[in-house]
């Protein structure tokens, strides 16, 4: 669904409706974004911002847009507990028309994720695991040592690819991370960049180093013209030639 989706668009930004602001009025602004975007988006990405005030009833509009229009749509919940939460998690997302979840693999297989990702799979979605964060602390959780010397997040790699999952999720601010993570779970995995724009990764470099998508927030949400944002950021993905790979 992504991958047919960034082709017809020719774009593989996708959009993080991170609206802030007085609660009344977010969901108005963040329909008015979807709005001016939503012909050049490769999927849209809903955080707490909108999830915590509205919840996924009161989110039904932009659903619908996204349905529409064929915009997949992608949970940013970082799922990160047992079993039997985690179902409950991604049953009640699919009921709602989300088709990508994003899961925290520290939780383990085993009682885990293991499940959530088979019922993803059943409910027609996608299952995608963080490999690498995007802020500054990032190194301190996902860059410590496993016994064995090596780095968590090429464990979590490895582990998403064994698990089956259907996409990870690397920081935009760490290119030769993306090459690693692409070089482990190979060309079948989707790799989402988050971090362009307002932490400071750049597209291009995303890109270059193997990122199929670029989760874009605040560059575009907060700026004064959501769709010339969006532009830009379609320009530098449409000068790029391809990955050095
Ligand atoms: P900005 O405004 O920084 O928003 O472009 C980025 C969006 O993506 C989320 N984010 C992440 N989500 N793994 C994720 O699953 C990450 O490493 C990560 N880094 C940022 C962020 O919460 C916001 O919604």
């Not at 040592?145 to 464990?155: D, F, N, Q, S």
């Not at 991370?177 to 995303?206: M, T």
């Amino acid at each position: 669904m992504m991958r047919g989706r960034k082709e017809r668009v020719g774009s593989g930004v996708v959009l993080a409706l991170d609206v802030g602001g007085p609660y009344e009025e977010r969901l108005k602004r963040a329909e008015g974004v979807l709005a001016a975007t939503k012909e050049g988006i490769a999927g849209v990405k809903l955080n707490f911002h909108l999830l915590l005030p509205y919840g996924l009833t009161g989110l039904q509009a932009i659903r619908n847009t996204c349905e529409a229009e064929g915009i997949p749509l992608i949970a940013d919940l970082k799922l990160n507990d047992i079993e039997s939460t985690n179902l409950e998690a991604v049953e009640t997302l699919s009921h709602f028309g989300v088709d990508g979840v994003i899961m925290n693999p520290f939780v383990g297989r085993e009682e885990g994720l293991g499940s959530a990702i088979e019922r993803v799979h059943q409910l027609q979605g996608g299952a995608l695991l963080l490999v690498y964060m995007s802020h500054k602390g990032a190194d301190e959780g996902y860059g410590l040592k496993t016994a064995g010397g090596e780095p968590l997040y090429r464990a979590f790699a490895k582990k998403a690819k064994q698990w089956g999952a259907d996409g990870i999720v690397v920081s935009g601010r760490s290119p030769g991370k993306i090459a690693e993570s692409r070089e482990i779970v190979g060309d079948e995995c989707l790799i989402f960049s988050p971090g362009i724009g307002a932490q400071g990764g750049e597209l291009s470099k995303a890109a270059e180093s193997g990122a199929d998508f670029f989760i874009v927030g605040r560059a575009i949400t907060e700026s004064s013209d959501p769709r010339r944002s969006l532009h830009a950021f379609r320009q530098s993905q449409a000068s790029f030639r391809g990955p050095k790979r």
